[in-house]
T-cell receptor, first 111, second 114 residues
Framework: QKEVEQNSGPLSVPEGAIASLNCTYS??????FFWYRQYSGKSPELIMSIYSNGDKEDGRFTAQLNKASQYVSLLIRDSQPSDSATYLCAVPNQAGTALIFGKGTTLSVSS | NAGVTQTPKFRILKIGQSMTLQCAQD?????MYWYRQDPGMGLKLIYYSVGAGITDKGEVPNGYNVSRSTTEDFPLRLELAAPSQTSVYFCASSYSRGGDTEAFFGQGTRLTVV
């Protein structure tokens, strides 16, 4: 059974700072990695996907993948109070037919 | 554009009662999923379906049943509700295999078993 590990936090950063969220996974065959954002009381929404080693940037968000170390991270630059949410890391299950989620890291951005 | 619609949004059940959580999507997605989320926890996969007539168990299937008679609908059945099933339930769908593409989530059903 795959495992996806995240530090539950809370991670607190001041407005304008860089928030760094980390995720490790237990196998070496995953090819796709996803970051979802979930506001309190709401459903998850996809913010980043990454499939190859290295960095992928989308606006203020950067996903970093290191398959050898089984590690994927999400950097949020110029953090805003509206970024305060729980961030869920997800990888495919063994069959590649559904996503397995970590417990999520709660981010709090103070103004 | 409705996306993924779940009903009801809230429900209180007594121990031993049964109910069906409804999920419908209008995006013509083949893949559909049911997850549960307990406080402070991530999403746990209950069941999934890769198309009409095909379902499979996820990480935590005990106490639940599903069916998929149409592409649009994927109901989740609780037969004998137990307090351990108190949770928020999310239905999701994706265009292709769950490991390859974005999953779109419904608004969730908050279930309390007392």
């Amino acid at each position: 059974q795959k495992e996806v590990e995240q530090n539950s936090g809370p991670l607190s950063v001041p407005e304008g700072a860089i928030a760094s969220l980390n995720c490790t996974y237990s196998d070496r065959v995953s090819q796709s990695f996803f970051w979802y954002r979930q506001y309190s009381g709401k459903s998850p929404e996809l913010i980043m996907s990454i499939y190859s080693n290295g960095d992928k940037e989308d606006g203020r968000f950067t996903a970093q993948l290191n398959k050898a170390s089984q590690y994927v991270s999400l950097l949020i630059r110029d953090s805003q109070p509206s970024d305060s949410a729980t961030y869920l890391c997800a990888v495919p299950n063994q069959a590649g037919t559904a996503l397995i989620f970590g417990k999520g890291t709660t981010l709090s951005v103070s103004s | 554009n409705a996306g993924v619609t779940q009903t009801p949004k809230f429900r209180i059940l007594k121990i031993g009662q049964s109910m069906t959580l409804q999920c419908a999507q209008d995006m013509n997605h083949n893949y559909m999923y049911w997850y549960r989320q307990d406080p402070g926890m991530g999403l746990k996969l209950i069941y999934y379906s890769v198309g009409a007539g095909i379902t499979d168990k996820g990480e935590v299937p005990n106490g639940y049943n599903v069916s998929r008679s149409t592409t649009e609908d994927f109901p989740l059945r609780l037969e004998l509700a137990a307090p351990s099933q108190t949770s928020v339930y999310f239905c999701a769908s994706s265009y292709s295999r769950g490991g390859d593409t974005e999953a779109f989530f419904g608004q969730g059903t908050r279930l309390t078993v007392v």
